[in-house]
């Protein structure tokens, strides 16, 4: 079956940089899109950063040029590099299967920015 498993999350202060990663199995990892979506209290679920199965990458505006999506396909692991952190950067962080929004997800990694 599909599974996602997300890690790296934490408290960071405003400013500083952490890196997510989604280790993923039970599907042909390298003929699937993966995007990264994350969820504040209070707010709907929304996407951060997707990359194709030929590493065509999309983003929020958001988070353009701070954030970066990678893939390996021989890990089969997706990652977030998420750089210049903002308080507003604070939320659970998910991984979703596919270009486009998927019923596939992982539990979740909390990241909090916070001085």
């Known amino acids: 079956q599909v599974q996602l498993v997300e890690s790296g999350g934490g408290l960071v202060q405003p400013g500083g940089s952490l890196r997510l990663s989604c280790a993923a199995s039970g599907f042909t990892f390298n003929a699937y899109g993966m995007t990264w979506y994350r969820q504040a209290p209070g707010k709907e679920r929304e996407l951060v950063a997707g990359?194709?199965?030929?590493?065509?990458?999309k983003y929020a505006d958001s988070v353009k040029g701070r954030f970066t999506i990678s893939r390996d396909n021989a890990k089969n692991t997706v990652y977030l590099q998420m750089n210049s952190l903002k308080p507003e950067d604070t939320a659970v962080y998910y991984c979703?299967?596919?270009?486009?929004?998927?019923?596939?997800w992982g539990q979740g990694t909390q990241v909090t920015v916070s001085s």
């Open positions: 990359i194709s199965r030929l590493d065509v990458t």
């Open positions: 979703n299967r596919g270009w486009v929004r998927s019923d596939y």
